[in-house]
């Protein structure tokens, strides 16, 4: 079974600050999903990595199959990046996604 | 916009009842997959078509099917509803068989059992 744990629970940052945010999981895998929940419930997929790293706009992953842990980076941080922020990584050999519990961030202007 | 597609928005039932929930893909995307999301256990897979076929279940309840159609739009039944299945359900679509993929997700359908 693979569990999968995110780090911190809850994250609050002030507008322009650069933001972490960690994932671990047990098992090996052969990629990791970041997805992003808005306040209103929409789930949007931000990365699927396997390796190295992946930049989009001012959000960065990066991912180390070895030590099993992913990382979310955010720079420049905007009270529009508010919400929370989701790893999920396949298990069983399969497409099915095991979630982290989740990141709420909140970004103060 | 995702391009997944669901309908309801919302559902507002009673204890139970029987509701269907559906979620049309991405167009060319043959996987469907159907997740529920509630405050107590997050978000949990539920279980995968793909071209009309089951491929994954995951912690799906006997009181809940699914199915996916030769148009490869996708229904999940929900039936004998109690309180805690009050979630969001989200279908999530993908376009490749047999590696792991970006899954793009529906805006949900928000389930309130009464």
């Known amino acids: 079974k693979n569990e999968v744990e995110?780090?911190?629970?809850?994250l609050t940052a002030q507008e322009g600050e650069f933001i972490t945010i960690n994932c671990s999981y047990s098992?090996?895998?052969?990629?990791?999903?970041w997805l992003q929940q808005h306040p209103g419930g929409?789930?949007?997929?931000?990365f699927m990595l396997s390796s190295g790293k992946k930049k989009h706009g001012r959000l960065i992953a990066t991912i180390n199959i070895q030590e099993k842990h992913s990382s979310l980076h955010i720079t420049a941080s905007h009270p529009r990046d508010s919400a929370v922020y989701i790893c999920a990584v396949p298990t069983g050999g399969s497409e099915k996604l095991v979630f982290g519990k989740g990141t709420k961030l909140t970004v103060n202007p | 916009?995702?391009?997944?597609?669901?309908?309801?928005?919302?559902?507002?039932t009673a204890t139970g009842q029987r509701v269907t929930l559906r979620c049309s893909p991405r167009s060319g995307d043959l996987s469907v997959y159907w997740y529920q999301q509630s405050l107590d256990q997050g978000l949990q897979f539920l279980i995968q078509y793909y071209n009309g076929e089951?491929?994954?279940?995951?912690?799906?309840?006997e009181r809940?099917?699914?199915?996916?159609?030769?148009?490869?739009?996708?229904?999940?039944?929900?039936?004998?509803?109690?309180?805690?299945d009050s979630a969001l359900y989200f279908c999530a679509s993908s376009g490749k068989r047999?590696?792991?993929?970006?899954?793009?997700?529906?805006?949900g359908t928000r389930l309130t059992v009464l």
Do not use: M, W
Request: no cysteine.
């Open chain 2, 1 to 12: 916009d995702s391009g997944v597609t669901q309908t309801p928005k919302h559902l507002i």
């Open chain 2, 64 to 84: 809940f099917s699914a199915q996916q159609f030769p148009d490869l739009h996708s229904e999940l039944n929900l039936s004998s509803l109690e309180l805690g």
């Open chain 1, 6 to 10: 995110q780090s911190p629970q809850n």
């Open chain 2, 54 to 61: 089951e491929r994954a279940k995951g912690n799906i309840l």
């Open chain 2, 98 to 107: 047999r590696s792991y993929n970006e899954q793009f997700f529906g805006p």
């Open chain 1, 27 to 33: 098992v090996g895998i052969s990629a990791l999903h």
């Open chain 1, 42 to 46: 929409g789930i949007v997929s931000l």
